[in-house]
């Protein structure tokens, strides 16, 4: 049967009373079940199901990113009449590039998957203003990529530019942006309220910042977005024998943005089609602050209060997403001063494959991270976690704990960077694995259970879709209420459901901890799975949800019992000294790294 393609959740492009096709489930809002339900639909499978496919496209991709990072390098200093080495655009354009050339592979694949398996009639386009989906800096693209009209925009220039599929143009909608937080009415005042209060904490910061960087001097080490605590970035920049200044505090002078219709192409010489719709799709897309807007963002560079020559630059995360800093900090690394770069939460150094790490890594002249070697990389160097969660007085001491604390997770609904996690329409998988852990515990324990929200909703509807399944679940929004840690004093155990930060900071606090992920999508890296395979075998980590949850139920009345017995206790530390180690001494060792990447070589390339 003939169907109409329907690629986004964009009511106004859906036909009335044809049977349709959906490209992906990010197009059903759980929300508007009443809208879609009744109607004749299938749905387009997910390419990257096949995990092994997401195994090659992300070889693919790492080749291509490379290929196009050397042109795209080339042309920029054509451009701008500037003659920056690799390392320098590596580091100012090569988030955005990895980033979108990836999404733009997760678009490509959809549309290929539904025009080969599929009988698609037409399909209504929306008339957009492509300069209104064009990102300023890096920031706005990471904005735009979860929204219905930009993915809107990109499908329809894959459907016509190497389709033959019928479109139909729609005058230009009123559209509205995905909601990405879940605010309920109940506690508003207090967000807001606390939000203020952080305000006005943070301008009296920015304040001081501002005078103490008068006191820097010119070749003082910058420490930005530590992901240290704030006592130990102050102990840090002591130890480091300089006037400690929070950086991150310190506002950035306003970029102003030149015109971003510049006539310029890639270099053509494309191997294959998807390669040919990258190339026409950089000069369109990239951000305005790379184009247009480059000579203001320099001019931005020049207005900074940072040292004028600085030995060394350490970060933790700003050298990805913030267009200011790593302008400053490309043009100091291309003139010797040495990059240092933390480790930014979990799942790094044990995702099978992970984007945001690996570029990590190549712009560094050193990598620090939270426990874990490369036996293939003496870059990487062990010195604990950075951000460095010690349990509270409180926690310690409360006997009388009653709630089993399950923290949950989100992605975006649509593919974003690549790394070994359930990607877009996979997380309905990981939430069904929720609800088979709920479904499995008695009625005594899953009136203690408290679900943790994850505070970004992407549209997935979490509140929607687990009272719809479980009315009476007490649900936890993390937008709403106080900080996971300040919970720990009322958990019994902590849940854990996905491979990121929250159990490492768990387990290195010794709270007692189960954990259960589908190790299909979250595939780790040769080097770790025997630290977890000894978390698997003390019954911390399982790989289905109703394993967790028989542990939990064997567990929950002498949970001291199991958790400060032998064999856990040895797997626990062992997991903590191979992959997430808490020591005393962060600082000196931190101190210790940074001091020994600025007496090595620096990279040249």
């Known amino acids: 049967m003939s169907r109409v393609l329907i690629t986004t959740a964009i009511e106004e492009t859906w036909p009335e009373g044809e049977p349709v096709l959906f490209l992906g489930e990010w197009c059903r809002r759980f929300s508007r079940r009443e809208r879609w339900s009744g109607l004749d639909a299938e749905v387009v499978d997910y390419h990257w199901d096949n995990r092994e496919r997401l195994s090659d496209d992300f070889r693919y991709l790492k080749d291509l990113h490379e290929r196009l990072l050397t042109d795209l390098a080339r042309t920029l200093n054509a451009l701008h009449g500037t003659n920056h080495s690799l390392r320098y655009w590596r580091i100012l354009v090569g988030p955005w590039l990895g980033n979108f050339v990836g999404v733009l592979r997760d678009r490509w694949l959809s549309v290929e998957e539904a025009v080969e398996r ?20 890096y920031s706005d693209f990471e904005g735009l990529y979860v929204r219905d009209d930009w993915n809107h925009h990109i499908y329809t220039i894959v459907l016509e530019r190497f389709t033959q599929v019928e479109l139909r143009l729609l005058p230009q909608p009123s559209i509205k942006v995905p909601v990405n937080t879940t605010i309920h009415s109940k506690k508003a005042i207090k967000v807001k309220t606390r939000e203020t209060v952080i305000k006005v904490k943070t301008r009296i910061w920015e304040l001081l910042s501002r005078l103490l960087a008068r006191l820097t001097r010119e070749d003082d ?42 006539r310029w192409t890639m270099p053509e010489t494309p191997v294959d089609p998807f390669e040919q719709l990258v190339k026409e799709m950089i000069p369109r897309q990239i951000p305005r602050a790379y184009i247009g807007g480059y000579d203001s963002l320099q001019v931005a560079v020049q207005e900074t209060q940072f040292p ?31 990059l240092v770069v933390g480790q930014h939460g979990g799942g790094y150094g044990a995702y099978r494959q992970g ?7 190549k712009v560094s002249d050193m990598y620090l991270s939270w426990g874990w070697e490369d036996p293939v990389d003496e870059r990487v160097k062990p010195v604990g976690q950075l951000i460095d969660r010690r349990p509270s007085r409180e926690v310690s001491a409360k006997k009388d704990k009653d709630l089993a604390v399950l923290v949950g997770y989100t992605t975006p609904r649509q593919s974003y960077f690549l790394y070994s996690h359930p990607i877009s329409s996979q997380w309905l ?52 209420s106080k900080t996971l840690i300040d919970l720990l004093p009322q958990a019994r155990v902590l849940i854990s459901t996905y491979n990121a930060t929250t159990y490492l900071e768990t387990l290195a606090m010794d709270v007692p901890t189960i954990m259960f992920w589908n190790p299909n999508h979250w595939e780790l890296r040769e080097t770790v799975i025997p630290l977890f395979g000894d978390l698997a075998e003390v019954g911390i980590l399982h790989d289905s949800p109703t394993s967790a949850a028989a542990k939990l139920v064997e567990v929950w009345d002498d949970v001291d019992s199991w958790w400060s017995s032998e064999r856990v ?13 808490s020591p005393h001494n962060l600082v ?18």
């Open 118 to 137: 599929h009988d698609i009639s037409w399909t209504y386009v929306l008339n957009l203003r492509e300069p209104d989906l064009v990102p300023g800096t």
């Open 221 to 262: 080490i910058v420490i930005r977005g530590s992901y240290l605590s704030f006592r130990n970035e102050v102990a840090l920049h002591l130890r480091l024998r300089q006037l400690p200044l929070i950086w991150h505090l310190v506002p950035h002078p306003h970029i102003e943005l030149g015109a971003s219709e510049l």
């Open 308 to 338: 004028t020559n600085p030995r060394l630059i350490f970060s933790s995360g700003g050298e990805f997403n913030d267009d200011l800093f790593k302008a400053w900090t490309a043009s100091k690394v291309e003139l010797g001063t040495r």
């Open 355 to 361: 984007f945001f790490e690996d570029h990590q890594r």
């Open 429 to 480: 998988c990981w939430l069904e694995d929720q609800f088979k852990f709920v479904e499995a515990l008695p009625d005594y324990l899953r009136s203690t259970l408290l679900v943790r929200l994850y505070g970004t909703d992407f549209g997935w509807d979490q509140v929607e879709r687990w009272q719809d399944r479980y009315p009476n679940i007490a649900l936890d929004n993390a937008q709403e």
């Open 569 to 581: 206790t040895t797997a626990r530390r062992r997991f903590c000294d191979g992959y997430s180690q």
């Open 588 to 605: 000196e060792r931190t101190v210790e790294a940074l001091r020994a990447t600025m007496k090595a070589p620096p990279r040249l390339t």
